[in-house]
C-alpha cells in the first residue's frame, strides 16, 4: 500500500523552529515531486512549498526566508524545516506526491497523487 506519513508536528513557542517529515511507504519519493501544504482552522488548504526531482525548490511568501525544504533519498524522507515560527503557522501540515509535473517544483493540489494525513503544528506561547 502506497503512503506518505507525515511525523514532527508539536507545540512550539513563537520564533521557535520544528522539523517535519514525510516519509514513503510502499513506493520510493525520488521518482516524484513533493509538497508540503498547510490547512489552518476554518481556512482553505494552502501550498506551502514544494521540491522537484531533481531538488528544486519553491516557497509561498509567507514562508520565503523561514522555511527550508528539502529531500534525502536514501532514506526516501522529504523534510520542511520551520524557523522562526509565528502563530499564523499553526496549522495540520500535509505533504503529497505528484508522480506527473515532476521537474518543475509547483505542486498544483489536484494535480497531487498520494497525501499523507496531516501532523498538527501549533505555536503558542
Known amino acids: 500500500q502506497l503512503q506518505l506519513v507525515e511525523s514532527g508536528g508539536g507545540l512550539v513557542q513563537p520564533g521557535g523552529s520544528l522539523r517535519l517529515s514525510c516519509a514513503g511507504s510502499?513506493?520510493?519519493?525520488?521518482?516524484?515531486?513533493i509538497g508540503w501544504f498547510r490547512q489552518a482552522p476554518g481556512k482553505e488548504r494552502e501550498r506551502v512549498s514544494c521540491?522537484?526531482?531533481?531538488?528544486?525548490?519553491t516557497y509561498e511568501d509567507h514562508v520565503k526566508g523561514r522555511f527550508t525544504i528539502s529531500r534525502d533519498n536514501a532514506k526516501n524522507t522529504v523534510y520542511l524545516q520551520m524557523n522562526s515560527l509565528k502563530p499564523e503557522d499553526t496549522a495540520v501540515y500535509y505533504c503529497?506526491?505528484?508522480?506527473?509535473?515532476?521537474?518543475?517544483?509547483?505542486?498544483?493540489?489536484?494535480?497531487?497523487?498520494?497525501w499523507g494525513k496531516g501532523t498538527l503544528v501549533t505555536v503558542s506561547s
Open positions: 510502499g513506493f520510493t519519493l525520488d521518482t516524484y515531486a
Open positions: 503529497a506526491a505528484d508522480r506527473r509535473f515532476t521537474n518543475v517544483p509547483v505542486c498544483v493540489p489536484r494535480d497531487m497523487d498520494y
Open positions: 521540491i522537484s526531482r531533481s531538488g528544486g525548490s
